[in-house]
Nanobody, 125 residues
Framework: QVQLVESGGGLVQPGGSLTLSCATS????????IAWFRQAPGKEREGVSC????????YYAESVKGRFTISRDNAKNTVYLQMNSLKPEDMGVYYC??????????????????WGQGTQVTVSS
């Protein structure tokens, strides 16, 4: 069955970096758009970034543009989110999600049927 497993979260100081991984199985990653979302306590889940099934198409929320980089390795069935210059407001549980969206990607929560269990990112000194 379709599975997504996030890893790489942890505690980092402001200004630090983390790389999250989303390991996928049960489907052909190359055919799917993958998105990263995050949810802070008491807040709604928000889209951070996405990558389409087509090479070269990606999207970043304004709050992370220039600091985060999404990438995918279809051969390894894994999508990554490189996060640099982390801020306290980046804290939350990070989720990856998958869906067949043709050549597009989106960070709308309702567009994705398949989700991972999340990984916690804490930014604190």
């Amino acid at each position: 069955q379709v599975q997504l497993v996030e890893s790489g979260g942890g505690l980092v100081q402001p200004g630090g970096s983390l790389t999250l991984s989303c390991a996928t199985s049960g489907f052909t990653l190359a055919h799917y758009a993958i998105a990263w979302f995050r949810q802070a306590p008491g807040k709604e889940r928000e889209g951070v970034s996405c990558t389409s099934s087509s090479v070269g198409r990606s999207y970043y929320a304004e709050s992370v543009k220039g600091r985060f980089t999404i990438s995918r390795d279809n051969a390894k069935n894994t999508v990554y989110l490189q996060m640099n210059s982390l801020k306290p407001e980046d804290m939350g549980v990070y989720y990856c999600a998958a869906e067949i969206l043709g050549t597009k990607c989106t960070v709308e929560v309702g567009s994705y049927d398949y989700w991972g269990q999340g990984t916690q990112v804490t930014v604190s000194s």
